[in-house]
């Protein structure tokens, strides 16, 4: 079965960076599509980033030009490189695979102080 395993959250610094892993496992074929997702308390879930099959990417206005999504194949892993990183970026991270159906991680923790 499709497992999805987060890490890489902590607590940083306003302006500093963190990587977040996602260890995918159990995938019957690639998937279309895998992503970031994140949830601030009291908030809906939002899309981050994407990356396609194809290697596409698409991002939120709110983390372009900070956020980069990544994937290695050989690894079977999706990262989230999180630059400049602002307050209004604490949430839970999530990861997101869409195959024949769709799969959630269990989250990561980011806080950012100010």
């Known amino acids: 079965q499709v497992q999805l395993v987060e890490s890489g959250g902590g607590l940083v610094q306003a302006g500093g960076s963190l990587r977040l892993s996602c260890a995918a496992s159990g995938m019957p074929f690639t998937p279309n599509a895998m992503a970031w997702y994140r949830q601030a308390p009291g908030k809906q879930r939002e899309l981050v980033a994407s990356i396609s099959k194809g290697g596409g990417t698409n991002y939120a206005d709110t983390v372009k030009g900070r956020f980069t999504i990544s994937g290695d194949n050989a690894k079977n892993t999706l990262y989230l490189q999180m630059n400049s990183l602002k307050p209004e970026d604490t949430a839970v991270y999530y990861c997101?695979?869409?195959?024949?159906?769709?799969?959630w991680g269990q989250g990561t923790q980011v806080i950012v102080s100010s």
């Open positions: 997101y695979a869409w195959l024949s159906s769709v799969y």
